[in-house]
């Protein structure tokens, strides 16, 4: 019988740790901030593009945030902007203009102020096919 009580305890100790993290998930999704504006649209020639989106959901003593996404190009403003509420962006830092170069599927990346999260690649959906691209980062 200590198989089963063993059994009953790790399984409930695992969906303990799920539920957890489902409510930690949920809990810093709802706390991102409304996206202020798109700063630059830096085409890749396929049809995708990278966006810099500026969220000033600061003070007097915060800085602004700039957050860097990947996706296909948008006509407006507001379908941008509501675009990201979904994604997850590949950069985000305090310092706008960060986007130097593009070369194939390499972007070169320079960043002057404090990053906050980076990821070196980035997938996006064209025309039903996922495509990858790769950052690198140059930071002061």
Not at 84 to 94: G, I
Not at 114 to 132: C, G, H, P, Q, W
């Amino acid at each position: 019988m200590l198989g089963l009580r063993v059994f009953k305890w790790v399984t409930g100790t695992l969906l303990l740790a799920c539920l957890g993290l489902v409510v930690l998930r949920f809990i810093t999704i709802s706390s991102m901030p409304d996206p202020d504006r798109v700063v630059s649209v830096t085409p890749l020639g396929d049809g995708a593009a990278v966006y810099e989106i500026l969220y000033d959901s600061g003070g007097a003593t915060v800085p602004f945030i700039y957050r860097y996404y990947v996706f296909m190009q948008l006509k407006n403003e507001e379908s941008v902007l509501e675009e990201v509420r979904r994604l997850e962006p590949f950069l985000v830092a305090t310092s706008s203009g960060a986007v130097k170069d593009i070369a194939g599927r390499n972007v070169s990346l320079e960043v002057k102020g404090t990053i906050y999260e980076f990821k070196t690649l980035a997938r996006y959906r064209v025309n039903d096919e996922v495509r990858s691209i790769r950052f690198s980062l140059n930071g002061h």
